[in-house]
Every structure is written in C-alpha cells, then in structure tokens.
C-alpha cells in the first residue's frame, strides 16, 4: 500500500508482471535515495515498483534470469554504507554491489550442511559493517569481510526463538522474540537487557511476542505484537 496523507493505494505484483510463479504476499520493502522501491516476494524473488508508472518488474530470479538469488523468498533487504544492497532468503544472503553484480552465499555452505531451508526473518547491519541475522531461532552473525557465518553463543535458547533484529545505538542491538519479549544486546560487552511484560498481565503472552522492531530516527525503537504497537523511548538504552 502507498499512503499519500489522505489515502491509501493498493498495488498488486500480479497485476503487472505476467510470470506464472509471482507472488501477491510481499515480506519487505526497501526504498532508497532515488526512490526506488524494491520489493521481497513470498517465493517470488525480487522486484521493483516503479511510482511513476505504478507498476511492479521482476528484478531477479525470473525464468530468463541469468543471474539467480540464493533463493526465492526474499525476507529482508538492507542497504549498507559502501553501497551495497544486502538482500536475504530462506537459504542464503546476497550481496548486490555497485556494479549490480550479485555475489550468493548460501547457509548451507556457510554452516556446513546438507540443510537446503532456513528461517531467516530479518537482519540489520552494525558500526564494523557485520550483518546481523535472526537465523532459524537464534542470532547470526556474517562478517562482511571474511563471508564467515558465527552464532552468537549468549542468545541461544530452548526457551524462545529471535524473530527479529534492528540495530539501537552505536554498539546496542535490539533483538525481538517470539515469547521473551525483547532483548538488547551490548555488541562490545555482550551483555544483554531484557524488556517483557511481566508474567501476571493476562496479554503478557501477546506483548511479548515480537512481530516488527524499527528504530527511529530519535533512536527510539517501536515494536509490533500481538498486542499492538509499543514504544521504548531512548532512556531505556543509556
């Protein structure tokens, strides 16, 4: 949907593209300086809206593309300080550089397994450049200089899965789960806060699920549940 301060406007990537295998479920949406606006598909790939003529293009992982992403559900798109655009799915992070060529790594190669599928849901890049990933219930790191995968060892859990992740402060990362509310991580100490509604709320359970986290330019960070939309102000991070 586009909202212009008075209405708001649907837009269906079936209504524009003819490719048998486009999807109408859209995962994420990134827009950059040019206001272009790239969208992740539900087992669709990537594709593009162009405003002007109000129209979705399949940017890649079409039937004549010659150039693949690691896969099909694209789940989050980042855009990092040198440029490049970081686009996730279900089996691999990609890298789009300036030059628009695309470079693939694949989580099973990265983890050294046969596992083809994974739960990737979102990610958010820090100050050193490292990609953070909320990876198959846990936290993943991927060193953009090595194009090393690593799990973060003091968030992993049986009690709950991360679902999602955005970057706080300077060296803070927030990290939302499914049942323990949200996180934040001291990336230099490791050190980790817990935000949650108390157990005896009867919509403790709903509060506490995180579907959504977005940090504001004031640095506050909203987040999404199943009870609504919550605000942590920025005294809540010193």
Same mark, same amino acid.
């Given at each position: 949907?586009?909202?212009?301060?008075?209405?708001?406007?649907?837009?269906?990537?079936?209504?524009?593209?003819? $490719?048998?295998?486009?999807?109408?479920?859209?995962?994420?949406?990134?827009?950059?300086?040019?206001?272009?606006?790239?969208?992740?598909?539900?087992?669709?790939?990537?594709?593009?809206?162009?405003?002007?003529?109000?129209?979705? @293009?399949?940017?890649?992982?079409?039937?004549? @593309?010659?150039?693949?992403?690691?896969?099909?559900?694209? !789940?989050?798109?980042?855009?990092?300080?040198?440029?490049?655009?970081?686009?996730?799915?279900?089996?691999?992070?990609?890298?789009? $550089?300036?030059?628009?060529?695309?470079?693939?790594?694949?989580?099973?190669?990265?983890?050294?397994?046969?596992?083809?599928?994974?739960?990737?849901?979102?990610?958010?890049?820090?100050?050193?450049?490292?990609?953070?990933?909320?990876?198959?219930?846990?936290?993943?790191?991927?060193?953009?200089?090595?194009?090393?995968? @690593?799990?973060?060892? @003091?968030?992993?859990?049986?009690?709950?899965?991360?679902?999602?992740? !955005?970057?706080?402060?300077?060296?803070?990362?927030?990290?939302?789960?499914?049942?323990?509310?949200?996180?934040?991580?001291?990336?230099?100490?490791?050190?980790?806060?817990?935000?949650?509604?108390? $157990?005896?709320?009867?919509?403790?359970?709903?509060?506490?699920?995180?579907?959504?986290?977005?940090?504001?330019?004031?640095?506050?960070?909203?987040?999404?549940?199943?009870?609504?939309?919550?605000?942590?102000?920025?005294?809540?991070?010193?």
């Amino acid at each position: 949907y586009k909202y212009d301060g008075y209405y708001f406007s649907k837009y269906l990537p079936s209504q524009s593209i003819t $490719d048998a295998y486009v999807s109408d479920t859209i995962n994420c949406v990134y827009c950059d300086v040019n206001n272009k606006v790239l969208v992740g598909l539900q087992n669709g790939g990537l594709a593009e809206f162009d405003a002007a003529s109000e129209k979705f @293009s399949r940017i890649l992982n079409t039937d004549l @593309s010659p150039v693949r992403l690691t896969g099909n559900t694209v !789940s989050s798109i980042l855009k990092d300080k040198l440029g490049n655009k970081w686009i996730l799915t279900d089996r691999g992070i990609n890298k789009i $550089d300036k030059y628009h060529k695309v470079h693939k790594y694949y989580f099973s190669t990265l983890l050294n397994t046969t596992r083809r599928g994974f739960f990737a849901q979102s990610m958010t890049t820090d100050f050193r450049g490292n990609i953070w990933i909320a990876f198959h219930g846990t936290l993943c790191r991927f060193n953009t200089k090595t194009n090393r995968l @690593s799990v973060f060892p @003091s968030l992993c859990s049986s009690e709950f899965y991360i679902t999602r992740v !955005s970057l706080l402060k300077k060296n803070k990362l927030a990290v939302g789960t499914n049942r323990d509310g949200i996180l934040v991580v001291d990336l230099i100490t490791g050190e980790t806060t817990n935000f949650r509604q108390p $157990d005896y709320h009867s919509n403790s359970s709903a509060v506490n699920s995180i579907n959504s986290l977005f940090t504001d330019h004031a640095g506050s960070l909203w987040s999404g549940s199943g009870y609504g939309l919550h605000q942590l102000s920025t005294t809540n991070f010193q």
